[in-house]
């Protein structure tokens, strides 16, 4: 199956600070790009969906200033968390998706940055 | 409401033996993709199968089977020849066709635990 990349990995900033999370998709251009958010023994909560060139559609309740997503290219889309607060903490998984429109357009995921903010 | 609800928070099976992980969904939608996904402790999102609502089949891949009734809005994955690898957290999902068949809406998982 085709590849999707996440960096970092995990990453532990200051409250306050911004960190920008990539996803790229390694050997597909992804039409479509989501980012979900996942709690401790919780299940993915859509945050966003994004396509390439376009501005992002944020899920109700998400802020769109605090979660800033720009999808650049058919390759890579960014999810900045601006002035990062503890309950910020979560494990934030991107994924990318090939076609439209098609119920089994196949969605594949990233391994998931976890980040905490002390 | 829940568009997918998942009533087992865990399950334990023996090694070598099956396991049925449950799944009900709530859609108006006649057009519909269910889907089921592993997510080990890595975190990594594996998809397992895919069944599509006007597929009057039950979906199999390997040890992976989906017992789709209709009717009864379940979607049940069953895993047969049960493996230590298996135990992970599995999420029931759906895409439905009227909200662009964009989105997937997850389930809040079942933690599957292979005992030796």
Redesign the interface.
């Known amino acids: 199956g085709a590849v999707v990349s996440q960096h970092p990995s995990w990453v532990i900033c200051k409250s306050g600070t911004s960190v920008k999370i990539e996803c790229r998709s390694l050997d597909f251009q992804a039409t479509t790009m989501f980012w979900y958010r996942q709690f401790p023994k919780q299940s993915l909560m859509l945050m966003a969906t994004s396509n390439e060139g376009s501005k992002a559609t944020y899920e109700q309740g998400v802020e769109k200033d605090k979660f800033l997503i720009n999808h650049a290219s058919l390759t890579l889309s960014t999810l900045t968390v601006t002035s990062a607060h503890p309950e910020d903490s979560s494990f934030y998984i991107c994924s990318a998706r090939v076609g439209s429109g098609g119920l089994y357009n196949e969605q594949f995921f990233g391994p998931g940055t976890r980040l905490t903010v002390l | 409401a829940q568009k997918i609800t998942q009533t087992q928070p865990g399950m334990f099976v023996q090694e070598k033996e099956a396991v049925t992980l449950d799944c009900t969904y709530d859609t108006s939608d006649q057009?519909?993709?269910l889907f089921w996904?592993k997510q080990p402790s890595?975190?990594?999102?594996?998809?397992l199968i895919?069944q599509?609502s006007y597929d009057e089949q039950n979906a199999t891949e390997g040890r992976y089977s989906l017992n789709f009734q209709k009717a009864r809005k379940s979607a049940n994955l069953v895993i047969s020849a049960s493996q230590l690898g298996d135990s992970a957290m599995y999420?029931c999902a759906m895409?439905e066709?009227q909200r662009?068949?964009?989105?997937?809406?997850?389930?809040?998982?079942t933690r599957l635990t292979v005992i030796p």
């Open positions: 057009s519909y993709g996904y890595s975190g990594e999102m594996i998809f895919y599509g999420f895409r066709r662009g068949a964009n989105n997937l809406f997850f389930g809040t998982g």
